[in-house]
């Protein structure tokens, strides 16, 4: 599926958590694309010098959905966010899509397990909701998300309804800094602290793992793994900021 340029007609926004909102859109074009795959947004008049800059958003909701959802955390000053954030139904934006390859891989006698931290679940939702992976599910499969505090945790209800419709399936929610004792997570601490909590018995080397989020958790969940006897080969990742150091 080759990238093209469209127009987009934003059909509605609303916050989903006190940082993160919501965009829906239709395109003046179809578009086909596979789940974890992104859309390249063109901001007007951001760049140097007045020119516009482009940014990649991952597509929240399945292929099969429509419209398109996007899931956009908002950052004071970011150039992307914000203007996003700007839109309401009926305005227009220019994007390019689909772009990117982090998109599940089959392989026999495997389970994978999808690990996010705040948006970087975008791609996952959009992958374990499509038919594809819902009509022929892996072996077991695990949709970690880790968050600070618990009003930040995205598509609780969702991926909870989806435990009794997908075979194998599980749904984990891990808070850092609860701002209550009852905070309704499945696990207190980061997701590098849940994947350490692991039994021996979990089947580490018969799991692909994609990680999607901040660069330091990504480092450090790819040591983790690779010190359980994980080959890189089954470790995937999409780095959705790099902290500074």
């Not at 086909?32 to 947004?41: D, I, L, P, T």
């Not at 996007?70 to 914000?82: D, H, I, M, R, S």
């Not at 495997?110 to 374990?128: E, K, L």
Request: aromatic residues 10%; proline residues 6%.
């Amino acid at each position: 599926m080759k990238a093209i340029s469209v127009q987009c007609t934003v059909q509605s926004h609303r916050f989903l958590t006190p940082t993160v909102f919501e965009l829906t859109f239709d395109t003046d074009l179809p578009i086909e694309f596979k789940g974890g795959q992104f859309v390249s947004v063109i901001v007007p008049g951001a760049g140097p010098g007045g020119r516009d800059l482009r940014r990649a958003y991952s597509i929240a909701s399945s292929p099969e959905a429509r419209p398109f959802e996007l899931c956009v955390k908002l950052v004071e000053g970011g150039p992307g966010t914000n203007y996003l954030n700007s839109l309401r139904a009926g305005d227009v934006f220019k994007g390019m899509f689909p772009y990117g390859d982090f998109t599940h891989q089959e392989k026999p006698d495997h389970g994978v397990c999808f690990i996010s931290t705040g948006t970087g679940i975008a791609p996952f939702r959009s992958i374990v909701l499509s038919e594809a992976f819902q009509k022929n599910p892996p072996t077991h499969s695990t949709l970690l998300l880790g968050v600070r505090e618990e009003n930040e945790v995205l598509y609780d209800a969702e991926m909870k309804s989806l435990t009794g419709k997908i075979k194998n399936f599980t749904w984990e929610t891990c808070v850092s800094r609860p701002t209550k004792d009852d905070h309704g997570c499945s696990f207190r601490g980061r997701v590098t602290d849940y994947l350490r909590s692991l039994s021996v018995n979990y089947p580490f080397t018969k799991t692909d793992y994609y990680l999607c989020g901040g660069g330091a958790m990504i480092d450090e969940v790819k040591k983790i793994l690779m010190d359980k006897g994980v080959e890189k080969t089954s470790i995937h990742q999409e780095v959705y900021y790099k902290e500074p150091k």
